[in-house]
Antibody, heavy 120, light 108 residues
Framework: QVQLVQSGAEVKKPGASVKVSCKAS????????MHWVRQAPGQGLQWLGW????????YYPHNFQGRVTMTRDTSTSTVYMDLRRLKSDDTATYYC?????????????WGQGTLVTVSS | EIVLTQSPGTLSLSPGERVTLSCRAS???????LAWYQHKPGQAPRLLIY???RRATGIPDRFSGSGSETDFTLTINRLEPEDFAVYYC?????????FGGGTKVEIK
């Protein structure tokens, strides 16, 4: 069964950076893109982008370009999401998530979520 | 970017009722690239429907999806107590993938 285990909660000050990890297991790590999605308190789901764990290629939506970086370590089957210049409205639960299959496919598997709190 | 608009924002219903949720896309999504999720507080979202109308593994048949191009519907027959949650539609036809704003189904 696909497992995605994320790092623990973080508290950061405005202007700082946060790096969240997501360790994958029970499937071939390099075969499936990994997405990052967040949910701010009282808000909906917002997509931050994806990384191809095989090539390291990434795609970030326009509103996160320049502020988010996704990387991977194939030796440990772990992906990382680094978000810089944090603001209070970056306070959210961040999820890594994997699609159900290769190619155009819905996100089916989710990590447990990591709460990032940005507060002075 | 494909914008997904869900309506209504909130529905107040009783167990046993039937509910229909709407998701409208700003551009065509086709019929194969629209999914629905159920999201409860403190949990990860749960995939209910993909490909507009296909139930994900383990999803009860009281959940059904329909639609194509720009108009999609999620129907829940006979609401169970565990169905009260927020529901999101999601298009994965093109990047950036996007989610709708959600519809909250609450107990009346």
């Amino acid at each position: 069964q696909v497992q995605l285990v994320q790092s623990g909660a973080e508290v950061k000050k405005p202007g700082a950076s946060v790096k969240v990890s997501c360790k994958a297991s029970e499937y071939r790590f390099t075969s499936y893109d990994m997405h990052w999605v967040r949910q701010a308190p009282g808000q909906g789901l917002q997509w931050l982008g994806w990384i191809d764990p095989d090539s390291g290629g990434t795609y970030y939506p326009h509103n996160f370009q320049g502020r988010v970086t996704m990387t991977r370590d194939t030796s440990t089957s772990t992906v990382y999401m680094d978000l810089r210049r944090l603001k209070s409205d970056d306070t959210a639960t961040y999820y890594c998530a994997r699609a159900s299959r290769v190619g155009l496919a819905p996100i089916e598997y989710w990590g447990q979520g990591t709460l990032v709190t940005v507060s002075s | 970017e494909i914008v997904l608009t869900q309506s209504p924002g909130t529905l107040s219903l009783s167990p046993g009722e039937r509910v229909t949720l709407s998701c409208r896309a700003s551009q065509t999504v086709g019929s194969n690239f629209l999914a629905w999720y159920q999201h409860k507080p403190g949990q990860a979202p749960r995939l209910l429907i993909y490909g507009s109308s296909r139930r994900a593994t383990g999803i009860p048949d009281r959940f059904s999806g329909s639609g194509s191009e720009t108009d999609f519907t999620l129907t829940i027959n006979r609401l169970e107590p565990e169905d009260f949650a927020v529901y999101y539609c999601h298009q994965y036809r093109s990047s950036p993938v996007t989610f709708g704003g959600g519809t909250k189904v609450e107990i009346k």
